[in-house]
């Protein structure tokens, strides 16, 4: 992750109109998995899933996940789609937020992140992770730029930590959520974990004011794809015109020399950042804590043990 030249790709787009955006999902994805063939090719497709509250802005956009899914199978590969939501199933909140019955029509599987496996992280720690994230041949992260009370604004390195499954996403808030810095740098080291990723972000419609549930939308009206997820977010922070270093994520990035903080560090494909500045978006100005009060994780992991055998 630290010996190459990060590779962005930006385009702008205002709305979600099916043909648009086909054509920006084309161009984007074309230039960032290189031209190659993936005939037979397992592609995974992970977007935020959260939760099925206000889903239709906390939750990635339905159009855009069946455009990436069709893109992949016309180049012949097998797509899945699959997440761990705070509560509920993933194909619950697929189906609340309307996006379930197009990619069923599509032909893509919908896989819970239920089977695990144990990794050890850079620094020693061993956690276990979801399983089809790693057996996949392509992982393809679909977030949407939302502005967050403990992160300050969430983009493509977050949403792999939905890639930790179920009560053990509460438990790391639990565990490191009080050192500083801690949280953020175990995300940072999940990402060599998942080696075969790009990430599409999506700044078409975004969340602002408040998150990651309840925001409200702002237009950015910018797709960026990148298999850095760490210089997507640099790109997207310059274009929101938000200071990096108010970011844990990235000023840990930033910090541990990461590659992909540095803007000069970037190569640009189609547009650069500052060519895409918006002015408007609205963060939270003091984050809350990252690590949750005791008795908010016996409730939040009693609800969600309680959620499926009350959904029978």
Same mark, same amino acid.
């Given at each position: ?185 175990? !995300? #940072?080291?999940?990402? @060599? =974990? ?8 999506? $700044?078409?419609?975004?969340?602002? %004011? &408040? ?27 310059? !274009? #929101?015109?938000?200071? @990096? =270093? ?8 930033? $910090?541990?020399?990461?590659?992909? %903080? &540095? ?50």
């Amino acid at each position: 992750m630290k010996s190459s030249i990060p590779q962005v790709a930006l385009l702008p787009l205002a709305t979600y109109a099916q043909d648009s955006l086909d054509n920006v999902v084309n161009q984007l994805l074309s230039v960032t998995c290189g031209g190659g063939s993936f005939a037979g090719s397992q592609v995974l497709i992970k977007p935020n899933l959260i939760c099925a509250r206000n889903g239709g802005l906390a939750c990635s956009e339905p159009v855009l996940l069946e455009s990436v899914a069709r893109w992949f199978l016309d180049q012949g590969a097998k797509v899945k789609l699959g997440d761990s939501p705070a509560f509920g199933s993933a194909r619950s909140v697929l189906e609340a937020i309307g996006a379930l019955a197009g990619l069923s029509n599509l032909g893509v599987e919908i896989v819970e992140f239920n089977q695990t496996e144990k990794i050890a992280l850079p620094d020693g720690k061993e956690l276990r992770v979801a399983t089809a994230p790693r057996e996949c041949d392509i992982l393809v992260n679909v977030p949407r730029v939302k502005a967050h009370a403990q992160a300050r604004v969430t983009m493509a390195v977050k949403n792999m930590f939905g890639c930790v499954a179920g009560l053990r996403k509460a438990w790391w808030h639990m565990a490191y959520g009080g050192k500083n810095g801690s949280f953020a740098e175990l !995300i #940072l080291q999940l990402l @060599p =974990a998942f080696p075969h990723s790009l990430s599409l972000l999506d $700044g078409i419609k975004a969340m602002h %004011v &408040s998150g990651p549930i309840h925001g409200e939308p702002f237009s950015v009206g910018v797709l960026g794809c990148s298999a850095n997820a760490i210089a997507l977010d640099t790109a997207f922070l310059d !274009i #929101l015109g938000i200071n @990096p =270093a108010d970011c844990p994520l990235w000023a840990t990035a930033a $910090g541990k020399g990461y590659a992909g %903080v &540095s803007l000069d560090h970037i190569e640009w494909t189609f547009l650069q950042s500052d060519t895409l500045n918006v002015e408007g978006f609205i963060v939270p100005e003091k984050l809350m804590p990252i690590r949750f009060h005791p008795l908010r994780f016996i409730k939040s992991s009693i609800r969600r043990i309680a959620q499926p055998i009350l959904q029978r």
